[in-house]
Structures are given as C-alpha cells and as structure tokens.
C-alpha cells in the first residue's frame, strides 16, 4: 500500500503541476485532502507517513473507529452528508465540517461546540449542480446561510465545498465549479479574510476545478485505487 500511495501521489502531484501551468496559478495554492472512505486505519496512517495530513471520511460509524485507533495524527474533514443527530459525534471526532448544508444543522453543530468548549472549522456546502440526489444548499440561498453561519460564535466558517455534476461533459462540470468560484468570492466580502477555502475538485475532475480556482481537492481513488469490496 506505502508503494502504490508514493506512486500515485508522483503522479497526482504532476497532474496539479500541469494544472496550475495552464491557469497560471501555484500548486502550494493546493491542498490536498486524502479520502480514506472505506479503506481501514492503516491507510490513514501510510497516507500520513506519504505528507498527506488532511484526512477526509464521509460516514461517523465508518470514521470513528479509525479516529479512535488512530487519534489525532492529521486533521480530520467530515465530507459527507450530516444528519443534524450525528452533530454531536462528529464535532467530538473532527476537526473540521466540510459539509454544513443548512442553518439548523450549523445551529445543532454550534450548540455541541459549545458544550465542547471549542470552535469547530466549517465549510458551506454548496448544490452547484441542481442534483436533487446532491446535498447542499441551492446557489440561490448560500449567500444568505454564509451570513447567518458566519455569525455563530462556537463556529469558525472559512470556505465552501461543493460536489461536481455526475457527467462526463467538461463543461458543466466546469461551469458549476465556476458558479461556486463566484459565490465563494462574495461570501470572502461577508466573512472576511478567514474566509479562504474552496473544496472543490475530485480524482476524475481536480483538473477542472483547479482551473476554475479550486484550493482544496479531495482525492480518495486517485491516491489509493479502488475502495475494498465489502
């Protein structure tokens, strides 16, 4: 497994490279965040020991004891959809919150945090696609859930994330990365300078995303192949 991380994260530090060429942008403007959905706790740490220290996992019951394992050897992204009971848990185990998707979901997070005593990092999830089986706020209504997100204390918002359209046709998926690119841009004039991420971009379209300003991709098979059959 160490071989085939190193190998692929050759090969993917190469793509970015070429990426950031033709938009005349830097590949350190990129974070990487290694998803590790559905593979065991070795992986986190191989993904570790290959320089990747933003661990992505999508689902609490899958995450948690690889978290537990593990402890805090990276920083941890819950990237998946969240279930307003599942708060509590994932402000406990994560560190931060890519997938915020309405106020009340941030209201039920800020009220854990609290109880926590902490400040938990958030991202917007955005529906830039319009696929009714997508989570995220609609484009339309992100602006306004930045403002009132922006605003609870025991969060701490600092960008956007959003999933590509499920298709082949590069413009679209180019188009709805830029729509996100746009709202992130009006959203750094509500919340400020922390305001400085934009999660976008996965192991088939990174390239896109990064040519529409993407400054975080998310990258599970383009790492480590194929998930393991259950």
């Known amino acids: 497994m160490n071989d085939l991380i190193s190998h692929n994260a050759i090969a993917v530090r190469a793509r970015i490279a070429e990426s950031c060429e033709k938009c005349d942008r830097q590949p350190d403007e990129i974070t990487i965040v290694a998803v590790t959905k559905g593979f065991p706790a070795m992986t986190i740490r191989k993904a570790v020991e290959n320089g990747f220290h ?26 998946g959809h969240l279930q307003s009971n599942k708060a509590k848990k994932t402000v406990q185990l994560f560190d931060v919150i890519q997938s915020v998707d309405s106020l009340g979901l941030a209201e039920e997070i800020n009220k854990h945090a609290l109880a926590a005593n902490r400040k938990i990092e958030c991202y917007i999830q955005v529906n830039c696609s319009g696929e009714v089986q997508k989570s995220g706020v609609y484009p339309d209504n992100c602006l306004e859930l930045v403002k009132k997100t922006s605003k609870l204390y025991h969060i701490k918002l600092t ?72």
């Open 54 to 79: 933003q661990i992505g996992e999508s689902r609490i019951q899958d995450a948690e004891p690889k978290i537990t394992e593990l402890g805090h050897i990276a920083t941890y992204h819950m990237i």
């Open 159 to 230: 960008g956007l994330m959003t999933i590509g359209p499920l298709t082949e046709d590069e413009q679209a998926i180019s188009t709805a990365y830029a729509k996100c690119r746009e709202l992130f841009q009006e959203g750094q004039k509500i919340v400020g300078p922390q305001f400085g991420h934009l999660s976008m971009g996965m192991s088939d379209d990174y390239h896109l995303a990064i040519a529409e300003g993407s400054t975080m991709i998310r990258l599970g098979t383009a790492l480590f192949g194929p998930r393991p059959a259950k």
